[in-house]
């Protein structure tokens, strides 16, 4: 999102002076603001931001330009991604911003040049909120973990307590809308997978989403809104399935098919996941003439897909999760150098960064790493310390502090997501 609130001109003459022409073209330079990592203009507490300072009309040396930001309220802290900075500060020309107290803010920008002259400002503003108050959780009290143990599907409070059935066995995926009102799950029937919703409280009964091929449904995941039922479904291509994403309008009941991956004889790959800032998804295509397993972005209603990373040969990946914050997606890999949790920075596009080594390498590779409680930390499943079976591991964002969260006792256990 760009907002732009102008800007000073740089003044070229004073009143009873001569214009000076030492650097004439940046008469007319305007600056404006960029941010990522907001949801319609709303940090959560203890997430980041970052600004980024977009310069027009401006063809002199950009490198002797400076950049002044300064909170106005000072209910973030700036930040250089690692490190706090003073309020103002002089940095580049992007820039973070952490929510610390929950209220409204304003950053301001002013671009200097080498003697200090503001050539142009800008501001943005925005709003810290409490991210523990940004929604109701319809049938649920609280934020929960969403998971399969055994046979049937149950939720968990972050803190590891108040274990509680679903009420629906089985199925290949199971999801629950960010509004709490909506659960998805793809369950068997004559035909193969299909995609089945209801509503938590059970007032719709089953809904299920019309088949258009007798194959496999999967991974459903709904968008921001809670108004669209994302999922995977297998569409027949030459002699074989190959799968696609497809929407549903869970209002008027419209399905979509959204990639045309199988006509390149492509596919995706696993599942995928949505970024709660741009509501875009980043799921893995898997191109068959060339055996590459690419990441990529889809922008959901133009169809537009934008490659992103290629995974190195014989590198197995498992279902990707944005953060919180839009700015990094985390998965499991089994990289020659080490099995574990890995994650990407979305904005750098630098090399994936080993967050997490499996200590059990022997055994399955942790499954489903799942951001939660903000953002703070990560959650999975998985059969660390000479289990024979799976539970549910906890670590925070950086890999640190492995917990138990579940122990599920050797059953058969698949982390779906987060009812954040």
């Not at 580049?92 to 409204?104: D, L, Y």
């Not at 839009?326 to 967050?355: C, E, H, K, M, W």
């Not at 990560?378 to 079976?389: D, L, P, R, T």
């Amino acid at each position: 999102m760009k907002k732009t609130i102008i800007l000073i001109p740089l003044l070229l003459f004073l009143l009873g002076c001569t214009s000076d022409d030492s650097n004439p073209n940046t008469s007319d330079v305007t600056i404006s603001i960029e941010a990522s990592g907001l949801n319609d203009d709303k940090l959560a507490l203890n997430n980041s931001a970052t600004f980024t300072a977009i310069i027009s009309d401006f063809d002199g040396d950009a490198s002797s330009l400076s950049y002044r930001w300064t909170l106005t309220n000072e209910n973030g802290e700036l930040s250089d991604g690692v490190n706090p900075l003073p309020n103002p500060t002089a940095s580049g020309s992007s820039i973070n911003c952490v929510g610390q107290t929950v209220g409204e803010e304003e950053i301001m920008l002013e671009l200097l040049d080498a003697s200090n002259t503001i050539l142009a400002s800008a501001s943005y503003n925005f709003t810290i909120v409490d991210s523990a108050n940004q929604t109701s959780f319809g049938c649920f009290d609280q934020p929960k973990l969403i998971y399969r143990k055994g046979t049937f599907n149950f939720v968990l409070n972050f803190d590891g307590t108040n274990e509680e059935s679903l009420g629906i066995g089985g199925g290949s995926g199971v999801a629950i809308s960010p509004d709490g009102e909506w659960i998805a799950q793809a369950r068997d029937t004559q035909f193969g997978w299909q995609m089945n919703l209801f509503r938590c409280d059970g007032s719709t009964g089953l809904i299920p989403i019309p088949l258009t091929f007798e194959h496999l449904d999967n991974s459903p995941v709904f968008s921001l809104d809670s108004k669209i039922l994302y999922f995977t479904r297998a569409v027949p291509w030459q002699n074989d399935y190959l799968e696609e994403i497809f929407s549903y309008d869970i209002e008027t009941g419209a399905l979509n098919q959204i990639t045309s991956l199988a006509q390149q004889n492509e596919t995706v790959q696993g599942g995928f996941t949505i970024s709660p800032v741009s509501g875009d998804i980043a799921f893995q295509r898997y191109v068959i003439s060339t055996e590459e397993t690419k990441l990529a972005f889809l922008q959901p209603e133009s169809g537009l897909i934008t490659d992103f990373y290629t995974f190195p040969d014989g590198v197995g990946t498992t279902s990707l999760d944005w953060s919180p914050d839009g700015g990094d997606i985390i998965f499991s890999a089994n990289y020659p150098t080490a099995i574990g949790i890995y994650r990407i920075n979305v904005t750098s596009g630098s090399q994936p960064l080993l967050v997490f080594e499996d200590p059990s390498p022997n055994t399955v590779q942790p499954l489903g790493p799942t951001y939660y409680n903000g953002g703070n930390r990560i959650a999975w499943a998985g059969s660390e310390n000479g289990q024979s079976g799976s539970s549910l591991w906890s670590i925070d964002a950086n890999g640190n502090d492995m917990q138990l969260l579940l122990d599920a006792n050797s059953s058969l256990l698949v982390l779906y997501g987060v009812l954040r």
